[in-house]
């Protein structure tokens, strides 16, 4: 069993910065993808960014150019770095780990957006 912690949420004005951290019980970057995903208020959770076991990374249209996912194997800690934030970033942020038939979610770190 797979356990993922978030952090590093929190109020910040437009055009702020945060970075999320995503702890893991175990290091599994080498067989996971690990993914960040984000549910606004109201709407459906949408996928933000992911990085492969190889480290290939892919991010939504949406964050392009602003956000940063990368990961630390010595701290078995995931990251998921926010710039240039915007209201409609506003969302409860989400770490999960992928692999084949195994799904695991942590429970969330929440992001708000606001002048």
């Known amino acids: 069993q797979v356990q993922l912690v978030e952090s590093g949420g929190g109020l910040v004005q437009p055009g702020g910065s945060l970075r999320l951290s995503c702890a893991t019980s175990?290091?599994?970057?080498?067989?996971?993808?690990m993914g960040w995903y984000r549910q606004p208020p109201g709407k459906q959770r949408e996928l933000v960014a992911t990085i492969s076991s190889g480290g290939t990374t892919d991010y939504a249209d949406s964050v392009k150019g602003r956000f940063t996912i990368s990961r630390d194997p010595a701290k078995n800690t995931a990251y998921l770095q926010l710039n240039s934030l915007k209201p409609e970033d506003t969302a409860r942020y989400y770490c999960?780990?992928?692999?084949?038939?195994?799904?695991?979610w942590g429970q969330g770190t929440q992001v708000t957006v606001s002048s």
């Open positions: 175990t290091n599994i970057f080498s067989w996971y993808v």
């Open positions: 999960n780990a992928h692999q084949s038939l195994r799904n695991y």
